[in-house]
T-cell receptor
Framework: NAGVMQNPRHLVRRRGQEARLRCSPM?????VYWYRQLPEEGLKFMVY????????ESGMPKERFSAEFPKEGPSILRIQQVVRGDSAAYFC???????????FGQGTRLTVV | KQEVTQIPAALSVPEGENLVLNCSFT??????LQWFRQDPGKGLTSLLL?????REQTSGRLNASLDKSSGRSTLYIAASQPGDSATYLC??????????FGGGTRLMVKP
């Protein structure tokens, strides 16, 4: 079991470009969670997805950010028209959804230049 | 809305000391509480998970306690080592594995 896999590990984008962050959950996990860690700040919940459904997106910025978890393939966090304030570490976690713990990936560090 | 606070924000101790990291939370209706370790520029490593019905969990030199009535958890590290230097995060699960994190305690253990 390879654990939660996130790629890329590091991503550099110019202002105005799009960023796509991918997360492959642990085998057998159908619940995915995205968190953001801004520089010198704590981790903040963004969105919770099950296969093909968004369960809770209360932490997602209202504009430019979207997330999906298709029936096949990884979960994608998409940031359109990136700005410098989007520079952060984005972490993905997965679980079986039955109240057991969620496991975290190594994160994607996004730098907007 | 759950709020999680960790005190102190930073801590520096000499090697060998026993130490306690504190975490407080506002909403006692939690499913579980988790302590994580984060090294600079790295991901999160889960250290201990305490279910709502439990009072404490132990793993090696680490012991975590949970007191829901007072809204507090502590992480006790015995005989600290330089390799313990990292940021320690506590997180509350109020349901659905959506975690609310504290701001972390940056620990430095000096040789």
């Amino acid at each position: 079991n390879a654990g939660v896999m996130q790629n890329p590990r590091h991503l550099v984008r110019r202002r105005g470009q799009e960023a796509r962050l991918r997360c492959s959950p642990m085998k057998g996990h159908s619940h995915v969670y995205w968190y953001r860690q801004l520089p010198e700040e704590g981790l903040k919940f963004m969105v919770y997805l099950q296969k093909e459904n968004i369960i809770d997106e209360s932490g997602m910025p209202k504009e430019r950010f979207s997330a999906e978890f298709p029936k096949e393939g990884p979960s994608i966090l998409r940031i359109q028209q990136v700005v410098r304030g989007d520079s952060a570490a984005y972490f993905c976690a997965s679980s079986t959804g039955d109240g057991t713990e969620a496991f975290f990936g190594q994160g994607t560090r996004l730098t907007v230049v | 809305k759950q709020e999680v606070t960790q005190i102190p924000a930073a801590l520096s101790v000499p090697e060998g000391e026993n130490l306690v990291l504190n975490c407080s939370f506002t909403d006692s209706a939690i499913y579980n509480l988790q302590w994580f370790r984060q090294d600079p520029g790295k991901g999160l490593t889960s250290l201990l998970l305490i279910q709502s019905s439990q009072r404490e969990q132990t793993s090696g030199r680490l012991n975590a306690s949970l007191d829901k009535s007072s809204g507090r958890s502590t992480l006790y590290i015995a005989a600290s080592q330089p390799g313990d230097s990292a940021t320690y995060l506590c997180a509350m699960d109020n349901g659905g594995n959506m975690l609310t994190f504290g701001g972390g305690t940056r620990l430095m253990v000096k040789p």
